[in-house]
C-alpha cells in the first residue's frame, strides 16, 4: 500500500511520470488492446465468462481454503504456503488449507494456494528442468 498522490508535491507527481513512462505507455497499450478483444469477443458474453470463473472461485475457496479466503502468515499451519515477507515491507497475506483434504484435493488446492515465489520456482523446473543436465 502506498500513500496516495495527495501526499506528494507536483514536482515529485512530475518525477514519478516521467520514471514511468515506459511502465504507462505498456498499460495503455495493453488496456487497449484488451478492449478491442473484449468488444469483439462480446461484452454479454465476457460478462457471463467472469460470473461463471468467480462462481468457480468461490467453489474452490470454500472447499480448500480456511475462512475462505487470505489470512496472514502467521496463521498457515504449512510452511510451503506462507508467502515471503520483506523485510520492512507490508504483510503479505497467504492461504491455509482446510484439514482432511483428500490426497487428490490437497494437491490442487496446495497448486492453486502456493505463493508466487515457489510457484515461480515450480514453474522454472518445468520449463527448464531441475538444473541438473538431466
Not at 514511468?20 to 461484452?43: Q, V
Not at 467453489?59 to 481454503?65: S, W
Not at 502468515?73 to 523485510?87: C, K, S, T, W, Y
Request: proline share 7%; net charge positive.
Amino acid at each position: 500500500s502506498r500513500g496516495s498522490s495527495r501526499d506528494l508535491s507536483p514536482a515529485q507527481i512530475r518525477r514519478l511520470r516521467d520514471w514511468n513512462s515506459l511502465d504507462w505507455a505498456l498499460y495503455s497499450h495493453f488496456n487497449r488492446s484488451f478492449w478491442r478483444h473484449a468488444e469483439s469477443f462480446g461484452m454479454a458474453r465476457l460478462r457471463r465468462e467472469v460470473a461463471e470463473i468467480r462462481r468457480r472461485r468461490r467453489v474452490l475457496q470454500d472447499k480448500c481454503l480456511v475462512g475462505g479466503g487470505p489470512v496472514p502468515a502467521r496463521e498457515i499451519p504449512d510452511g510451503n504456503l506462507r508467502p515471503f515477507q520483506p523485510p520492512g515491507g507490508g504483510k503479505i497475506l497467504g492461504f491455509a488449507l482446510k484439514e482432511g483434504l483428500a490426497a487428490e484435493e490437497r494437491e490442487l488446492c496446495g497448486r492453486l494456494a502456493m505463493p508466487e515465489l515457489p510457484y515461480k520456482d515450480l514453474l522454472e523446473r518445468r520449463q527448464f528442468g531441475n538444473g541438473s543436465g538431466a
